[in-house]
C-alpha cells in the first residue's frame, strides 16, 4: 500500500517556478505507475505528467509540456514536479496520484489506485 502526500504548494508570482514533492510512506515506488495531476476552480482534473514503473517512459500532457518536469526519487521513495514558467492559469490544486497498472502508450490515464491529498498553487499575476 502507498500513503501518498503533496507538499510544496504555495503562492508565487508569474513568472516564477515551484518544485512539489510527493512523499510516499509505503511501498517502494519502483513498481508503480506515478503522476501529477491538477485541478482549477470549476473545471476538471487533469493529468499533467506520468513516469512508467521502473522509470521505463515518462509521458507529459500538453498542459505540462516544455515548462514541467517530473522525476522519481526511488532511494528516497518520493517523486516531484518542477514547474517553471508559471501563470495564472497554472492555478489549482495539485495532486500526485500512483497505481501498479502499467502505461500502454504516451498518455497519461486518469484512473489511479492511490491519491494524496492535494497541495494548492497559486499563481499571482
Known amino acids: 500500500q502507498l500513503q501518498l502526500a503533496e507538499t510544496g504548494g504555495g503562492l508565487v508570482q508569474q513568472g516564477g517556478s515551484l518544485t512539489l514533492s510527493c512523499i510516499n510512506r509505503?511501498?517502494?515506488?519502483?513498481?508503480?505507475?506515478v503522476a501529477w495531476f491538477r485541478q482549477a476552480p470549476g473545471k476538471e482534473r487533469e493529468a499533467l505528467a506520468c513516469i512508467g514503473k521502473k522509470g521505463s517512459r515518462t509521458n507529459y500532457m500538453s498542459s505540462a509540456k516544455g515548462r514541467f518536469t517530473i522525476s522519481k526519487d526511488i532511494a528516497k521513495n518520493h517523486f516531484d514536479l518542477q514547474m517553471n514558467d508559471l501563470t495564472p492559469d497554472d492555478t489549482a490544486i495539485y495532486f500526485c496520484a500512483a497505481r501498479a497498472y502499467p502505461l500502454y502508450d504516451d498518455t497519461c490515464p486518469s484512473q489511479f489506485n492511490f491519491w494524496g491529498r492535494g497541495t494548492q498553487v497559486t499563481v499571482s499575476s
Open positions: 509505503g511501498t517502494n515506488l519502483n513498481d508503480y505507475v
